[in-house]
């Protein structure tokens, strides 16, 4: 691709939050919570009285002047029906009462493509990053309404006001006149932008994490009497777990409990009853009494709030109605929660040690975090990590997500120094987008496993009534998780037997992996699973097997696997591990044994032990070993190792999965960073524009011949040509102008599929084959009484050589543009060779595309036909990328089919379709939007 004609750009998401940038949630830097909205004329009061409270310095430096603004500019300000001249966003928090506005942004448009920004922060809120926040979603909208640049004036003396602008990131010039500064900020992203507003996200995100994971006390809200009460069960777990801070117990109705192995506790009628403030307060009433409970905890200065009880979104609109108004509520005190209809939360930091669940299992403390959205099945992983010995750092069950959602606990975990390893077990993604931002850049730290449930249409109607969030189609789940380096996983069996080896073994660095066995059949599995996880079993070297035969039977055999035979000796054990280990043949070992011989268990495997720990002590620590203890019905424990945990499994097929994970999530580690491009031939504004066009003239629906030839245009394209004809004699005149052979096809913005109407002939020789096959299309549509869906026809030369393939677009309502790159023709459908990946694709990921369809070969060249032009492919890609990101009308799109050339003489598009559909009151990402993470 020719460097040329390309841009490096950051990767963006439109926003680093939960919902739209004019609505739902905002942090503060002290990690509490607001609402956002958009300003309505329904708020015009609330935002009076904001700049009533105003102190005459705040005045001062909003509006030049000590007095407030006049009714007609607060109408102004209240007035956001055209994002094209004028936006204003309101940043609500309420503490008593009706919520107050604190803070308030706007810009209005002065010029082409510029608008002037103002930003109003409540005194007692401000140096909380409220400013930042507003400044970075208001360029976000303007972005996408085509405004490219903020100006703002401001006074010299208003250093914060300054420094909100120099510290944005975006590119900024100052003028300095008469004690004023005039700022002018271009709202294109640059790299500092992207990673300030990433850095501002993770920072502000972990602030608000902390009051969960570190509380220095906990009030449970509900408790009772009866042992089974969910209440009471999370008192005795908090108290169980050994919790170092202190512990309240809230029920109005009895003044003690007695809890099992712990005494009988004093409770309180009310959380307000308690002398000292509450970082985390634990809701188990019915949902009625959440709302009222959740008032009171805002009087004791709540932080954080696990709500267990049930009752709310998973029940249907009533329940989501109740939902909704917990979370206004909760925002409006500055409150984050977990749940509703969770398990609950577990931190088993020694220095903390916090079971604020109703789960009975407190696992050991480790180096594993997980997320789940399921309750239930949180509890059957609490119990398959205790049976497999594994230690987990922390565990939470975010039930419906209301506001807490895995994105959060990524950011929190990220820099978590008591995590290594992150697992997921989600049923749907409300924000992939983010996910995908955090995702990137948190994989290559730390590896993430993700189980997906709903991924059958049973599955799908599971999740959407158990979590009430309907889950989405797998392939785009599946493409984001190659995009983001995810390790996807199965089952939580599969789950947790990587996750056993990834929190204590380094990862492979190559593929090659030797396997040593007492017995032949558990060494060919292994081997066999080996191959199917991608990775070699290569034969040793002579040197290496001369040392293994010194130590072993003559009959043994060394080529890989070793088999030392079934009576070998823990201390052939030990010689030939500690060989395998050092040679430098094999980048990751496999151990079997199987009790088939005359030596002692618990001594074969001090031999393996000894083996490694030889290795060890001579400097071959980036090797992973993994057992395999075939001891029939009795699990083996992980083997410790002095200060290394060997980890076992009870297949040599499960050793060689695990394996193949480990290898691939080191692949991707290395990777080098890929670039994100921008076109600079490409003139998106000009294809957004016939877009809108069409779409205000016609509403939703294909485009014409005509809108394609100009889109195609106005991207640099690489379309084939090609003349619409209205006539027979238009499609003549058309034919002769190229000359024969030509192809005539069916143009109509109402038809998909030409070819199931005879909408395509092909190979037309001479004028009169052309006449023939226009009168014939038209003939067919008059027998459907379809006449009316012909535009004309399309008439192109014959494009003869090189490989078909396929580029599709389709918008998922969830995960946004998706796009999907195969073998092409009429066939596709059938064969369904085709990749996919989610906007915005990088140079990597238009590359990994090509190299992932089984029909690969063919690109390669196959039988003597030349190969393809793949440099020509990417950049197609790419730049269809760009266009769907920057189009948000478009919903649709195919190009089929798209002839692959020789190398060096690019390809054509010889059909193309597309479909447009207005682009509604959310807009689609925007590459003009701030926050993100640049790769």
């Not at 009462?97 to 209005?108: F, K, L, R, W």
């Not at 249907?316 to 909704?324: E, P, Y």
């Not at 959060?408 to 008591?418: A, G, R, S, V």
């Not at 072993?552 to 280990?581: E, G, H, I, K």
Request: include cysteine; hydrophobic fraction near 40%; proline fraction near 6%.
């Amino acid at each position: 691709m020719d460097s040329a004609k390309t841009v490096t750009r950051p990767l963006f998401v439109p926003y680093p939050y939960q919902d739209s940038p004019m609505r739902g949630r905002v942090l503060l830097r002290d990690g509490s919570s607001a609402t956002i909205k958009l300003a309505k004329s329904a708020d015009q009061t609330a935002l009076t009285a904001f700049f009533d409270r105003l102190s005459q310095e705040t005045l001062r430096q909003r509006f030049f002047t000590v007095s407030a603004p006049s009714e007609t500019q607060i109408e102004e300000f209240c007035d956001s029906e055209n994002p094209e001249q004028r936006f204003t966003l309101l940043v609500y928090r309420g503490m008593e009462g009706e919520p107050e506005v604190i803070a308030a942004a706007t810009y209005a448009v002065e010029k082409e493509n510029s608008a002037e920004f103002a930003v109003a922060v409540a005194d007692e809120y401000q140096g909380e990053g409220l400013g930042s926040v507003l400044l970075e979603r208001l360029a976000t909208v303007a972005a996408q309404h085509g405004i490219t640049h903020f100006s703002a004036l401001t006074q010299d003396q208003n250093r914060a006001m300054l420094e909100v602008f120099r510290r944005s990131g975006f590119k900024i010039r100052e003028d300095h006149s008469a004690g004023y500064a005039t700022v002018d900020l271009s709202l294109i992203p640059s790299r500092d932008s992207v990673q300030i507003s990433a850095m501002r996200d993770r920072v502000f995100t972990v602030a608000s994490m902390r009051p969960f994971f570190k509380p220095k006390s906990v009030a449970v809200i509900g408790t009772s009497r009866r042992p089974s009460n969910v209440g009471h069960r999370i008192l005795k777990e908090l108290y169980s777990s050994g919790f170092l801070s202190s512990i309240y117990a809230v029920n109005p109705s009895t003044p003690q409990v007695f809890v099992k192995d712990v005494g009988v506790l004093n409770c309180l009628p009310s959380i307000t009853a308690i002398p000292t403030n509450i970082d985390l307060a634990v809701i188990c009433v019915p949902p009625r009494l959440a709302l009222p409970a959740i008032d009171e905890c805002a009087t004791k200065g709540v932080r954080a709030l696990v709500v267990i009880s049930a009752g709310f979104a998973e029940t249907g609109d009533a329940g989501q109605s109740l939902q909704q108004e917990m979370l206004e509520k909760a925002r409006g005190y500055g409150m984050r929660i977990v749940g509703p209809n969770c398990l609950g939360i577990l931190n088993t930091d020694p220095e903390v040690r916090l079971n604020a669940s109703f789960s009975p299992i407190y696992p050991e403390h480790g180096n594993i975090a997980m997320f789940s959205q399921s309750g239930a099945l949180g509890l059957a992983v609490l119990g398959l990590a205790r049976r497999m010995k594994l230690g987990l750092s922390s565990f939470v069950s975010i039930g419906n997500k209301v506001d807490v959602s895995g994105n959060d606990l990524l950011l929190y975990w990220e820099d978590d120094p008591q995590t290594a390893v992150i697992l997921m077990y989600i049923e749907a993604l409300k924000n992939p987008l983010r996910f995908a931002r955090i995702a990137r850049r948190v994989s290559r730290r730390k590896p993430l496993l993700c189980v997906k449930g709903g991924i059958s249409s049973a599955g799908q109607r599971a999740a959407g009534s158990h979590t009430a969030a309907l889950a989405g189609s797998d392939v785009p789940v599946d493409a984001l998780f190659r995009q983001s380096g995810v390790i996807r996983c199965e089952n939580l069996d599969e789950m947790f037997h990587i996750a056993a080896a990834l929190s204590c073994q380094p990862l492979p660095e190559g593929p090659r992996v030797g396997v040593v066995t007492n017995a032949g059949g558990p060494g060919i599995l292994c081997a066999d699973g080996c191959e199917a996880a991608e990775l070699s079993v290569p034969e040793l070297s002579e040197e290496t097997q001369r040392t293994l035969r010194a130590n072993l039977p003559a009959a043994a055999s060394t080529l890989n696997p070793v088999d030392t035979l079934a009576a070998a000796t823990p201390d052939q054990f030990r010689r030939t591990v500690a060989t395998m280990l050092l040679t430098e043949e094999v980048d990751a070992l496999a151990v079997i044994y199987i009790p088939v011989g005359v030596a002692d268990d618990t001594e074969v495997l001090d031999g393996i032990r000894r083996g490694v720990t030889d290795a060890r002590s001579q400097g071959i620590t980036n090797k992973p070993v993994l057992l395999c203890p075939m001891f029939g019905e009795s699990d083996c424990p992980p083997l410790q190792c002095g200060d290394e945990t060997l980890p076992t499994y009870a297949f040599p097929e499960t050793v060689a999965l695990v394996l193949g994970q480990m290898h691939r999530y080191h692949a991707w580690t290395q990777r080098p960073l890929s670039r994100f491009v921008d076109f600079i031939d490409a003139n998106t504004r000009k294809v957004r524009a016939i877009c809108r066009k069409a779409v205000m003239e016609r509403g939703a629906g294909w485009m014409t011949a005509e809108e394609i030839e100009a889109l195609m245009g106005h991207m640099n394209l690489p379309y084939a040509a090609a003349k619409l004809a209205r006539t027979a004699d238009e499609a003549v005149a058309a034919a002769d102008g190229f000359g024969y052979p030509v192809a005539v096809k069916l143009s109509s913005h109402t038809l998909v599929h030409k070819t199931e109407v005879g909408g395509v002939v092909l190979g037309l020789e001479s004028a009169d084959a052309v006449r023939q096959a226009f009168n014939d299309i038209r003939g067919r549509l008059e027998e459907r009484q379809q006449a009316d869906a012909m535009d004309g026809v399309l008439v192109q030369p014959m494009l003869e050589q090189g490989v078909e393939i396929m580029i599709g677009v389709s918008e998922d309502p969830t995960f946004g543009p998706l796009i999907a790159f195969g073998l092409g023709g009429i066939y596709v459908e059938i064969l369904r060779d085709v990749t996919f990946r989610i906007t915005p694709l990088s140079e990597r990921d238009a590359d990994l595309m090509l190299h992932e369809i089984r029909g690969r070969r063919l690109l390669e060249g196959y039988r003597g036909h030349p190969a393809a032009d793949e440099e020509a492919l990417k950049e197609l890609l790419l730049r269809i990328s760009l266009l769907v990101e920057e189009v948000p009308e478009i919903v649709e799109l195919d190009l089929n089919p798209v002839f692959a050339l020789p190398p060096g003489q690019g390809c054509r598009i010889a059909d193309a379709r597309i479909r447009l559909e207005p682009m509604g009151k959310r807009p689609k990402p925007s590459r003009y939007s701030v926050a993100g993470h640049a790769e």
